[in-house]
Every structure is written in C-alpha cells, then in structure tokens.
C-alpha cells in the first residue's frame, strides 16, 4: 500500500515536469538561433577577414627595429583584439624584463578568457539539449502506457508524438551547438597560438634591444 502511494506520488510530480521541459527546450531553441547568427556574424565580420601570413610577420618582427614594430603590427591583416594586445605589449617596452613576461601571460590570459566566454553557451547547449530531449521523451510514456492499457489509442499517439518532438528537438539543438563548439575551438586556437608566437617574438626583440652591446 505504502509503495503505491509513493509511486503514484512520484507518477504525478513526474507527469508535471513535462511542461517545464518543453519550456526549456524552447528557451534552448532560441538560444541555439542566437548562438548560431553570433557565430555567422563573427565569421563574416572576423574570422574571414584574418589573413595575415604569421611567419611572414614573424621575420619581418625580426628584421625590424623595435620603433618599428607598431607600424608593422598595425598595417598587418592581424585581428582587430590581436592587434590591440600586441601594442599594449609594445608600449610596456620599460619594463623590467621578468614583470613585461608576466604583462604578456597575463595579457595572454585574457585574450584566453575572452574567447572562452563564446564557447561556454553552445557548449552548455549540447550538453543540456539531449538531457532535456530525454526527459521530454520519458515524461509523456508514463500517461502513454496508461493510455494503451485502457485502450485509449489517441492519448497514446499524442503521448508518443511529444516524445518524437522533443527527442528531435533536442538532438538538432545539441548538434548544431556542438558544430559551432568544435569549429570555434579551432578558430580561438589559431588566434591565442599566432598571439603567443607573436608576443614571444616581440619579447625577444625587446629584450635584445635593451641589452648593452
């Protein structure tokens, strides 16, 4: 008697969750709609344009003077961010050696944590699009089977019919975020790895530059 009630009881507290859950993957969808246009847009404004030729600037850093390099960053096909942190590097060109290394890493860092934050939402997005998609599958079976022991046919395809869509939409949702993830991943690698190697060179420079001869 006792394990009936309790049964029942966590019956109707999980037939409730199912509105809750389509709310939720609806909020998901939307989020995923808005990840999806910031990635477009960031491809088309960003991504496209960067076309700077690393080694090339790498050399061309090394065979310049140290006056010069800011003139060389900033008519270079660098990102906008990465052209920003590299002068911040070069306009600390006073600074003792060992703080201007830590500048670079803490500079270094930022940019990190920066491109970081727009892998966090498809990121969080692939995660909780099948979790929500599996709840919004097993919610609805419980009043299906119910349905199907009565005899109740068209309760049962309704039921059948919510776990359908939401399975699909959870699964598209997760998709897609995961898509954009990995290509981001690849993206924020070549920057924060072009913004490292440039830094170090500039260091480099720097510190050659301020050695007695």
């Known amino acids: 008697m006792i394990s009936e009630n309790v049964n029942s009881i966590l019956r109707v507290i999980i037939s409730n969750f199912q509105t809750p859950v389509v709310i ?8 995923t709609v808005i990840v999806t246009g910031t990635f477009v847009y960031e491809f088309f404004i960003e991504h496209r344009k960067l076309k700077a030729d690393i080694p090339q600037l790498i050399e061309a850093i090394n065979k310049a003077e140290i006056e010069n390099i800011s003139n060389l ?32 890493a803490q500079l270094l860092f930022e940019e990190e944590e920066h491109y970081q934050k727009y892998l966090r939402w498809p990121q969080m997005i692939s995660k909780l699009g099948p979790m929500f998609g599996l709840l919004g599958t097993l919610v609805p079976l419980g009043p299906g089977l119910m349905a199907l022991g009565q005899g109740n ?10 776990a359908f869509d939401t399975t699909s939409a959870g699964v598209v949702i997760a998709a897609i975020a995961l898509v954009i993830t990995q290509i981001r991943k690849q993206w924020y690698r070549r920057y924060s790895q072009a913004l490292e190697s440039l830094m170090e060179v500039i260091l480099a420079k720097m510190k050659s530059d301020t050695q007695p001869e």
């Open 24 to 31: 939720v993957l609806l909020v998901l969808m939307v989020a």
């Open 73 to 104: 960053i900033a008519g270079n096909k660098l990102l906008p961010r990465q052209k920003k942190v590299l002068h911040q590097l070069i306009d600390e060109k006073k600074m003792e050696e060992n703080t201007r290394e830590t500048y670079a």
């Open 153 to 162: 046919t068209e309760m049962l395809s309704q039921s059948l019919l919510i």
